[in-house]
Structure formats: C-alpha cells, structure tokens
C-alpha cells in the first residue's frame, strides 16, 4: 500500500503485475484478506446452518431423554472415537498444508494435501460401515424404524427391554420381534426419531467430508502444478479453513450423538 | 507494504518465513502440540462419559467440545493471528447458535408437561385414553 513506510524503494511507478493477481485488486495482499474473508462470512453461515440441527437435537432430547439414552447404545463410539481422531489429524494437515505453501515446501504441500484427502476418505470408510450396519439391522429413520432380528440387538438395549418388560423371556420368535419393535418403535420409544436426528446430522456432515475431499483433490492437482507460492496460496487456506469446521462440527457431533445417552 | 504488519507479533514461527510472506506462520511445533492437545482432550472426553454422574455428563462433554472447538479456532483457523473482524464473524455465528438453541429450549420446556402427560396416558397402539 502506498501508505506504508516499511519499504523505502516505494515510488509512484505502478509495479509489474503478478500472474495471480485478478484485475479487480491491487495487491495479492488485498487479494488474499477478501479471499479469506468471503470464506469466514461463508463458514459463518456454516455455523448457522448447523445451529438449526444442532437446535432440533436439543429440543428432542429434551422431550426425549429415554428415547436418546437407548439410541445411544446402537452407535459404536469406537468408531466415532477412531473417526474423531483421524479428523483431528486431518486438521493438523490442513494446517500443515498452509505452513508449506508459506514456506513454498512444494513437496510438503503436496504430501500434506494428499494425506488430508486419504483422512476425509478413512473418515467415509468408517461411516459407510456404520451406516450399512444400521440399515442391515433396520436402526432407521422414521417409521422405517423395524428391527429383523433380536440378535442385532446391542447389550445396553436388551438390556433396558428386559428391565422394562420381563415377559419378552417368555416370547419367542415373531411374538418377541414385535413385541420389541413395539417398544422401540414408534407406539413406544420412537427410536426412528433418533435415527433421524443421526442420519440428518451425521449426514449432512458426510456431505461436507464429500465435498471437502473434492476440492482437495482439486487442491492436490494445483500443488502438482505448482500454481501456490508464499504470496499466493489463499486457495491452500481457505479450503483449510473449511476442513477446520467440518472437523469442529464433528467435534461437536462425538459427544452429542455416541456418548451422552 | 501493509504485509509488514502481519510479522511484527514477535510470535514463534515467524523467524522462518521467507521475505514478503503474507499471514502469519504457524510453526510445526505448534501445529503437533495443538493436535496432541485435542487427542488427548478426546479420550478425557470418551473416559468422562463412562462415568454417570447424570446431567453433568451433558454439560462436562460439551464444556469439552467448546474449549476443543476454540483450540480448533485459535491456532488451526490461524483466529489468534487474523484481522479481528474474521473472529468477531465467527463470534456472531457462535452468540447466534447459543441465542437460538437457548430460546427454543426455553419455549419447549413449557410445554414439556403436556407432553409428560400425553405419554403417560398413551395406550399401546397410540391412541390417548379418555380421562
């Protein structure tokens, strides 16, 4: 900026103008402050989005505390636990990724994209296991709610179906299934509703993962080319930013969904 | 050039940024103690939850998310280091979340006892029994 004392040399000629630099601004500082700014309004709007889900699970938590406590026990939080850490990491990357474009370690930049990537893809591995899980044994949302079979059933929540109804050792078979999806279901617990709270959540989450891993393979293909260097990696940071908030959102997400029952 | 700015924090990390850097650079000690902090901070929160002390596991784990969240925010998000509008952004999203969850929890716990009640009364197949 013309304003600055910092470097004596400043004259009125107009400097060459870099590649990067869109006609529409004056330096690449300039460039990267609206750059990320426009990517902290949208992560703004990030939390906002969130907040209205985040909204819907406290309010049916609150109205129904027993029916969280037993959905609880069907979510491994093994592997909620294992898929907070492998974000945790991710975060760290991203981050890394950011320091090595500053420092224009181009083959840090890219080892450190490409690590990130194959995070958010271990991330959907794990999810896509737990997800089939619950469709397998019919842990769904809404009146799909059914469970086929009394063996797919976690420890906690036969557990709780004894305790509530110890005439379910009497049934057998058919007579048992429906007892049990009686109590769980919607004329009982309405354990749908739970799962629906979870797939919306936990989905709309994956989606972010999704498209997070596009735009690092995006990323990835532009650190191969060299385009970033230490006054022009915004790209590198902004998506970084991104990744920090699908990572923040999951932190959040743990708890809430695998834990507190 | 008003980059100067951006390295007179006479923080750590900015010794090895190359002339004419723009941002500020996080150093890779940083970078592992940040991680190695939220790690550990998830298994205190997984260790706390097999512990029942009732409404505290709620209040004890988010307390955790909301010190894990800032940790994410101030050194990953680079918010210790960036323009304060970019935080005050941030800010607002978060004081707008709290507001909203607030007010809805407030308004729902009115009519928590009638949904008590609705459920007591309920009949197996879902129909409210006459009073």
């Known amino acids: 900026m013309s304003t600055s004392t910092a470097h004596s040399h400043d004259t009125h000629a107009l400097p060459p103008r870099p590649k990067e630099l869109a006609m529409h601004f004056d330096t690449l500082h300039n460039q990267y402050q609206a750059g990320k700014l426009g990517m902290w309004l949208f992560l703004g709007q990030e939390v906002l989005f969130f907040a209205a889900l985040f909204t819907a699970y406290a309010v049916y938590r609150g109205n129904h505390t027993e029916m969280f406590h037993v959905g609880q026990y069907f979510l491994d939080w093994r592997l909620g636990a294992t898929n907070t850490i492998v974000l945790l990491f991710s975060s760290m990357t991203a981050a890394w990724s950011v320091r090595c474009a500053q420092l224009e370690q181009r083959r840090g930049l890219v080892l450190t994209i490409a690590i990130t990537w194959l995070c958010a893809l271990t991330f959907m591995v794990v999810k896509y296991f737990e997800y089939t899980h619950k469709i397998h044994v019919g842990s769904v949302w809404g009146d799909s709610f059914h469970i086929h079979n009394m063996a797919d059933l976690p420890r906690g929540v036969v557990d709780w179906l004894y305790k509530h109804n110890p005439g379910l050792a009497q049934m057998q078979g058919e007579e048992q299934l429906a007892a049990v999806n009686d109590m769980l279901g919607k004329n009982g617990l309405g354990l749908g509703s739970f799962f629906a709270v979870y797939f ?62 | 050039m008003s980059d100067a700015h951006a390295h007179s924090h006479g923080d750590h990390g900015h010794g090895e940024a190359l002339p004419g850097t723009i941002g500020h650079v996080t150093s890779a000690k940083t970078l592992v103690m940040v991680f190695l902090t939220l790690v550990l901070l998830t298994v205190i929160t997984v260790a706390a939850a097999q512990v029942d002390v009732g409404r505290l596991n709620v209040v004890g784990a988010l307390a955790i998310a909301v010190v894990k969240g800032s940790i994410v925010c101030l050194w990953f998000m680079h918010l210790r280091y960036d323009k304060r509008f970019n935080f005050f952004i941030m800010l607002g999203s978060v004081l707008t979340l709290l507001w909203m969850v607030g007010y809805i929890l407030f308004d729902t716990k009115l009519y928590q006892h009638d949904m008590e009640n609705y459920r007591k009364n309920k009949t197996v197949d879902g129909k409210v029994k006459p009073e």
């Open chain 1, 200 to 261: 919306c959540m936990t989905g709309l989450h994956g989606i972010h993962v999704l498209v997070g891993m596009g735009v690092y393979a995006w990323l990835f293909v532009r650190a191969l080319k060299g385009h970033f260097n230490r006054r022009y990696y915004g790209a590198v940071d902004n998506v970084a930013l991104y990744w920090h908030i699908v990572d923040l959102i999951w932190i959040f997400l743990f708890p809430l969904l695998y834990l507190i029952g």
